[in-house]
């Protein structure tokens, strides 16, 4: 294992970071600064939760983190963590708010035992106001804050890609700057600190160009009249075998490009662009044309253009698309597909993809090494 510790790669190399295990954004945080060669230690109960999804090998979100099993009902579990708190630099925990003061291991405890620790806290709805005691998920907290209002046509549903606005956008992305901030904080010189990262303060957050362009006169309320909400040529459409493309041609001589690609460009309807009223109908009229060939046949003539364009994948087809295979955008990893790590670093390039540690695989040596600060 110590080799292990040694090995790791990356511009957070020589970071130690103690995740309380939980489900969502926390250990998705936690895997980000795994990927960038944090030492990222989970702390796993004895015995899996009535709640837990064990995923076993599959579990990317643990990966390339080392894990120690405690219980943390008894004094000498929660000694244990904090034994381990002395030594990390940031701390993850996803529990509802008081469940850590409750078990001896909150804010306050903490700090003591380590000032300079960054104590990350990752909750739906925050550590405090009327909701904080609450139940909810990412479409919840996505939208009490706003950010699912323009999810959806007009006179349908709203709908978000899963947990991917809220529980790693609002959520995991901005306690891991959090914790980043804190932890450049410590290195020059000052204290430790909690990071309250509520999904509902960053998907708000994520807003703000939305709101700039509302305050602007450029975003309606209403959905489907809006550039990015309602447009003929910002949407997705069905092709002939019943697969998706989509079309984002947003400038005026990107939206020239596709309308002369698709054969458009003497066409008096689609002259003029930010015409509200006509969008609907020139929607059906692109869908009609799109439904006539199939997606490879839209690839061969849109895609690598400025016509703003990309084929809609699954996620196996994605890993093998030209462009993110050349880029090794997603690898084959311990026999599961998974994305690579991102971004990118030229001086301290980030390893593969680390493997899915055992609950409890690591205890013995996490608690020596951890001991030997250096």
């Known amino acids: 294992m110590e080799a292990t510790r040694q090995e790791r790669k990356g511009p957070l190399a020589g970071v130690r970071v103690l995740e309380m295990a939980g489900i969502g954004p926390g250990p998705f945080c936690g895997m980000l600064l795994a990927d960038l060669g944090a ?30 099993a405690v219980d943390l009902k008894t004094e000498e579990g929660r000694a244990t963590v904090l034994r381990l708190v002395e030594q990390c630099d940031a701390l993850i925990e996803g529990m509802r708010p008081g469940v850590m003061e409750r078990l001896g291991l909150g804010p306050d405890a903490c700090l003591q035992r380590n ?12 550590q405090d106001g009327p909701l904080a005691q609450a139940a909810g998920h990412d479409i919840n907290y996505i939208a009490l804050s706003g950010a699912l209002w323009y999810a959806g046509q007009p006179g349908e549903a709203p709908m978000a890609p899963p947990s991917l606005v809220g529980d790693i956008g609002g959520g995991a992305m901005y306690l891991v700057v959090g914790l980043l901030a804190g932890l450049m904080q410590v ?71 596709l309308r002369e690609r698709l054969g458009l460009a003497d066409d008096p309807a689609y002259a003029t662009q930010h015409d509200a009223a006509q969008w609907p109908a020139l929607r059906e009229r692109l869908a009609a044309l799109f439904a006539t060939r199939d997606r490879a046949a839209w690839c061969t003539l849109l895609e690598g253009t400025d016509a703003c364009f990309a084929p809609v994948l699954s996620p196996d087809e994605a890993a093998s698309h030209p462009h993110l295979a050349a880029r090794g955008v997603y690898t084959q990893a311990n026999g599961v597909l998974q994305p690579s790590p991102a971004p990118r670093f030229s001086a301290t390039p980030a390893a ?23």
């Open 115 to 126: 000032p300079g620790l960054v104590y990350g806290r990752m909750t739906g709805w925050g």
């Open 352 to 374: 593969a993809p680390g493997l899915v540690p055992a609950r409890g695989e690591h205890t013995a040596a996490v608690l020596a090494d951890w001991a030997r600060r250096g």
């Open 187 to 257: 290195r020059a010189g000052g204290p430790g600190q909690v990071v309250d990262a509520a999904i509902v303060d960053g998907s708000a957050h994520m807003m703000s160009l939305l709101l700039a362009l509302q305050a602007g006169g450029r975003f309606e309320r209403t959905r489907g009249r809006s550039m990015i909400d309602g447009p003929h040529w910002y949407n997705a459409y069905r092709c002939a075998d019943g697969e998706f493309i989509t079309v984002g041609a947003l400038e005026p001589k990107f939206y020239r490009e």
């Open 39 to 68: 030492d990222v230690v989970i702390v796993d109960r004895l015995q899996a939760g009535e709640d837990a999804i064990d995923l076993g090998p599959s579990a990317i979100a643990r990966r390339g983190k080392r894990s120690v």
